[in-house]
């Protein structure tokens, strides 16, 4: 997403969260979903566009920087709760 790819993703795990509603889903079994959303990308220039906005703007919201900052917060409390 961050590169600015339209995506297909699997709406399992947490890739629905992940993903939010800047991404086709189809389940990954299912031979012919993943079809239409590839062909609905190839022959729609509009959709294709919307989502590769839509997924450069998701992907901001996935800062590696600030993840590393939640991350060490939770870890801080966690070790103040057990000392």
Known sequence: MASG???IASPRGGLPEVVGNAALLALPDD????????????NDPDLRADYMAR??????KFDVVDARIFL???RNRSKKKTT
């Open 5 to 7: 790819a339209a995506v």
């Open 31 to 42: 031979g012919d979903a993943l079809e239409q959303a590839m062909l609905s990308l190839i």
């Open 55 to 60: 997924g450069r703007a998701q992907a901001q």
């Open 72 to 74: 060490e917060k939770v």
